[in-house]
């Protein structure tokens, strides 16, 4: 059971990720559609879910459709600092935690480190 699903699908962000997780002790599963995100969240029941609201597949839809099957799995999305209409409509749709991507990959070591416990 993986204790953290990202739905990421930009192959150097994904191994940036991996590595992060490998650092801190974290399973780490990576999707890249938002039908394969909501798939792995109901099977494995991880501590954290990481959206990249980039994600050409359905990111906002996913984060909808988790909530809406009453998942209360912290989730934490990231995207361009300039796209603010896209965090408004994340965090409607369930998002705990919005964050530039920038901030994100700054603090991405404390934040993998914090679904291990």
Excluded: C, W
């Excluded at 490998?22 to 879910?49: F, I, M, Q, Y």
Aim: charged residues 20%.
């Amino acid at each position: 059971m993986a204790q953290v699903v990202a739905l990421v699908d930009d192959i150097f962000f994904q191994a940036k990720l991996a590595e992060t997780a490998r650092h801190v002790g974290v399973e780490l599963k990576t999707v890249s559609t938002g039908d394969a995100l909501v798939e792995e969240v109901t099977r494995s029941n991880p501590r954290l879910v990481i959206v990249d609201l980039n994600a050409s597949q359905g990111a906002i839809e996913a984060i909808e459709r988790l909530r809406a099957a009453g998942s209360q799995t912290p989730l934490i999305a990231y995207l361009s600092h300039v796209q603010v209409e896209l965090a408004e409509r994340a965090r409607a749709a369930g998002a705990r935690e919005v964050m530039p991507r920038s901030k994100f990959t700054q603090s991405l070591a404390t934040i993998l480190s914090a679904a291990k416990s």
